[in-house]
């Protein structure tokens, strides 16, 4: 019987074996071993790690994704480093899920900052795959981003979310002790950064673009990256920890989810770059996971489930077609993608059994948020269809049809009212959509000029100071000479002065005549006689 | 008993060590690997001198990660130093200057008098200023004398601290007012913090680059742990100085945007560094504390010791210290990847050391927001500086085996010492 220790080591060992080998075989291997183990009832042998529902999950995508990157990737380079940032990507998500110590989770979060900023520097800046938007130039920005620029952004706005997450767990740790399962309620600030580092890690507003640029990454690690790692972290992080949260917490969720939710799909809807809608795509379905995340957990675990499935074959049929046609922008689909568009839409709106089970509890509000769905989805749908039969299709078919056999309802007919989208389906390019409500320039304009004029203010006073330090040292100097000076005057009083006055008073003594002594004498003997003669000592 | 093996140490290391002036690089290593000795734990006595009292060595588990990167260091930079050496032209005896320094390191942490640590730091400033004296870069002499005088002023304050509060044993020192607080301010000025740091960028910057791998991943590190040790006794305001701490880890993050220079880059980051050290050593909970202490030592020391000898493989390759020229191979990536991330603390034992030093946040707003900001910052110049590195471009580099497996054995460290997690989660 397999531990989940041995399985997370099996996990890190494979993500190094890749990295040597640069093949991938690892990869597979562990994925098969991890959801083996788990399928056949692993169990922690130490406290440190907890059974987590969603590990299966994760090891199932990763499985379909990482058989379809041996497609994908096949004439790619850098496949060493590719491969072994996409083990370390499982193996933390897995150590994540798993982890009941706060020193595994956290390593776990940081673990799959790290990958996810590796991953996006895959292909090289400077490689046309690797970009990000399409060259314009609006509000004051040029709309395209290398790797290296995606990747900086991506780790600078989660790494936000990770310090937040280890103040907040680190002082629960200090308050309740180390292991999650016996934490008691978390103050008001924990609360607080507890739904920051939320945030970020799910791509919420305003932390949305990184999600966006982060498209710089190859199409198999935008499938896993968006449906059952990295993004999902942060509703999990409030499945794990939504109980001990302050109440008003549920609010906030609700309300930055919810918004979210809706300003992603709207997003979305503006997007040409098919990557770039999935990942708008994305930022909306987890808005509104988000959102009832901590009113009800159920629904959002099996919200979680669905979108999982839907989004990572939704990446995986367009990552075809920008296989086929080597381009970013693809004017046309393979017929298995559009079939699996189609699936993934369905399974998204709820109409599938899987989205069904997820969609039937959800609030009615989401139905928005699906017929924005079928819009941005329908758009796709409507492009040419090119004839190829790789063998891509079929882990991506497989994750779209196996789960409705897992997990299953029928749908409810109010799901059915998401089709009226549709029309937007013909919507003509709206500029504020398209540029995203001009979000990037936060991150490329206002975010830097603060930074810039905040590290340049120090440096000025660094600076300042330093000189001055500098500029300083002929002060010593003056220090220096008023010391010697007045060294020298003692110098010149002891050795010069007293020696010349003696001198010269002895020369001056030396040099009298001898008539002026007898002269002294005799007014001397004159002066005692006459002191005597006044006192009457000869009386 | 553990005095035997101290004296013992002591004459075969520092035998070794003056042998090294004249024989080089083989003695120098065997000294510094007979410095594994004093790792053996224990504790003894090796006389009692009039005035200044008992005066003891002792090594226990939490003195054991500070000896033990010492002396490990110690010998990966030896071995990397050959062709370092070669390029700037040095005689033999700076391998034996290097074997004092690194004992001096060891000194520092062993003894227990107070006022042998003070003798100990001065062999540690002796010796580092003979080698910027002689072969620094740039006005050497000027920064040489320059980080003589205020390492001087931050040890003679110490000295004095400890002489004035007439406790010279570490484990009854007590002080008080004005006399802890010189205690402390020496201490700060030899770390560089916020304010007394302006020695720093130049003394690391300027300095041979194997001199610079010591000095700022190890040497002015190892105050953190006094600062710690002594806080019971000297009664610092533990909570004015996290806050501190964290102001320098800000300040000296928002310095390192302004460098060009890699080097100069890599000192500015360890100012920020000292703050987070300063910060974790004046935790409240004393074991937290220790946690946070040691573990951002010592996966500051290995990953910027790392950086500073990556750093010097493109002083001697391709001549430059521009950051922004240094080009790549995919061997170079890896080794700055791993070092800037662990830098970062992002992961890597590193990041262990900031989850317990943002444990010890005390739970104030503004306390948290700085702290939040200092954690942040110092992630967001790893990456800034790696981005600068990125965009240089791939290249053909050529550069000597043994350095860049001196740059890996380090770069790796705060990774496989992961391994011992088990040690500390309890």
């Known amino acids: 019987m397999a531990t989940l220790e041995l399985l997370l080591a099996v996990a890190f060992a494979a993500a190094l074996a890749d990295l040597l080998a640069t093949r991938g075989y690892a990869a597979v291997a562990a994925a098969t071993v991890f959801l083996a183990g788990l399928l056949g009832g692993a169990w922690p042998s130490t406290p440190f790690l907890k059974h987590n529902e969603f590990a299966a999950f994760v090891a199932a995508v990763y499985l379909a994704i990482v058989v379809y990157s041996h497609f994908y990737m096949r004439e790619a380079e850098r496949l060493g480093w590719f491969w072994g940032w996409m083990g370390v990507f499982f193996g933390s998500m897995e150590l994540f899920l798993l982890a009941d110590h706060w020193v595994l989770l956290a390593l776990g979060w940081a673990g799959l900052d790290i990958a996810s900023w590796g991953l996006i520097l895959t292909y090289r800046d400077g490689d046309e795959m690797g970009y990000v938007g399409d060259g314009a130039r609006a509000g004051g920005i040029t709309w395209l981003w290398p790797p290296s620029s995606s990747a900086f952004r991506a780790i600078v706005t989660v790494e936000v979310g990770t310090a937040a997450l280890l103040i907040a767990l680190g002082g629960m740790a200090l308050r309740y002790g180390p292991f999650i399962s016996d934490w008691g309620p978390a103050g008001d600030l924990a609360s607080a950064l507890i739904l920051t580092a939320a945030f970020a890690k799910a791509a919420q507003l305003p932390f949305t673009d990184w999600l966006l640029t982060a498209m710089s990454a190859p199409t198999p690690v935008s499938a896993l990256l968006h449906s059952s790692t990295m993004v999902k972290a942060g509703p999990i992080l409030l499945l794990k920890l939504g109980p001990l949260l302050a109440g008003w917490a549920v609010e906030v969720a609700f309300l930055v989810g919810a918004a979210t939710a809706v300003v992603g799909g709207l997003m979305a809807l503006g997007q040409r770059e098919p990557k770039l809608v999935l990942a708008a795509s994305t930022a909306s379905y987890l808005g509104m996971i988000t959102a009832v995340a901590l009113k009800n957990p159920h629904e959002a675990a099996l919200l979680i489930y669905a979108h999982g499935f839907a989004k990572a074959a939704l990446f995986m049929a367009v990552g075809h077609a920008i296989h086929v046609t080597h381009s970013r922008f693809p004017d046309a689909y393979p017929l298995a993608a559009k079939v699996a568009i189609a699936l993934g839409m369905l399974m998204l709106v709820g109409v599938l059994p899987t989205g069904a089970l997820a969609k039937n509890e959800a609030p009615l509000w989401t139905v928005v948020v699906s017929a924005l769905t079928v819009g941005y989805l329908g758009r796709l749908l409507r492009l040419p269809t090119v004839n190829d039969w790789g063998p891509m299709w079929i882990p991506y078919l497989a994750l779209l049809v196996v789960p409705n056999f897992l997990l299953y309802a029928v749908p409810s007919p109010v799901l059915f009212f998401a089709f009226v989208g549709g029309g937007l389906a013909f919507l003509g390019d709206v500029e504020v959509l398209k540029r995203r409500l001009y979000l990037p320039v936060v991150f490329d304009r206002v975010a830097p000029a603060v930074f810039n004029g905040l590290w340049r203010l120090v440096a000025v006073v660094d600076r300042a100071v330093d000189r001055s330090l500098q500029t300083s040292a002929p002060l010593w100097q003056l220090v220096v000479d008023a010391v010697t000076f007045v060294d020298w005057l003692v110098d010149v009083a002891l050795h010069d002065g007293l020696v010349a006055l003696i001198r010269r008073a002895s020369a001056g003594v030396a040099g009298l005549r001898l008539d002026y002594y007898l002269y002294a004498v005799g007014v001397a003997f004159a002066f005692i006689i006459a002191v005597a003669l006044a006192l009457g000592i000869w009386r | 008993m553990y005095s035997d093996i101290f004296l013992l140490a002591t004459a075969v290391s520092g035998a070794l060590a003056v042998a090294a002036l004249r024989l ?272 951002l030592f010592v996966g500051h020391a290995f990953a910027k010791a790392a950086l500073f000898m990556l750093a010097g493989l493109y002083i001697v390759s391709l001549h430059t210290r521009a950051i922004g020229e240094a080009r790549w191979d995919r061997h170079l990536l890896a080794a700055s990847v791993l070092g800037f991330v662990a830098l970062a603390g992002l992961f890597g034992i590193n990041l262990v050391g900031k989850a317990y030093l943002a444990a010890g946040v005390p739970q104030a707003l503004y306390v948290v927001a700085l702290a939040l900001f200092a954690l942040v910052s110092t992630a967001v110049y790893s990456f800034y500086l790696f981005n600068q590195m990125y965009r240089a471009g791939e290249g053909r580099v050529e550069y000597p085996a043994e350095m860049y497996a001196a740059i890996m054995a380090s770069a790796l460290a705060p990774y496989l010492l992961l391994a011992a997690l088990p040690l500390w989660l309890h």
Request: hydrophobic residues 60%; proline residues 4%; glycine residues 8%.
């Open chain 2, 24 to 295: 080089g690089l083989p003695a120098a290593l065997a000294s510094v690997a007979a410095m594994l000795l004093f790792l053996i734990p224990g504790r003894g006595v090796l006389g009692v001198l009039p005035y200044v009292g008992e005066v003891a060595v002792a090594v226990d588990f939490y003195k054991l990660p500070f000896l033990a990167v010492s002396v490990a260091l110690g010998l990966i930079v030896a071995f990397y130093s050959p062709p370092y050496l070669w390029h700037l032209g040095a005689p033999r005896w700076y391998y034996g200057v290097h074997a004092l320094y690194v004992l001096s390191f060891l000194y520092i942490i062993l003894f227990e008098n107070l006022i042998f640590v003070f003798l100990a730091l001065e062999l540690s400033i002796i010796t580092s200023f003979l080698l910027i004296w002689y072969f620094g870069y740039g006005n050497r002499r000027f920064v040489a004398l320059l980080y003589f005088i205020w390492a001087q002023v931050g040890s003679i304050l110490f000295l004095i601290g400890v002489a004035i509060s007439g406790t010279f044993n570490a484990d009854v020192f007590t002080a008080g007012g004005l006399v802890s607080l010189l205690v402390l301010l020496g201490l700060l000025i030899k770390m560089g913090t916020a304010g007394v740091h302006f020695w720093l960028p130049y003394a690391h910057a300027e300095a041979p680059t194997p001199l610079s791998a010591l000095l700022s991943p190890v040497h002015v590190g190892l105050m953190a742990y006094w600062i710690w040790r002594l806080r019971e006794g000297a009664g610092w305001p533990l909570e004015a100085l996290f806050i501190y701490g964290l102001v320098t880890a800000v300040y000296g993050s928002l310095l390192v945007f302004r460098e060009t220079d890699f080097k100069r880059a890599l000192a500015d980051s360890t100012v920020a560094n000292m703050g987070l050290l300063v910060a974790a050593a004046s935790i409240k909970n004393v074991e937290v504390s220790y946690a946070a202490t040691a573990l």
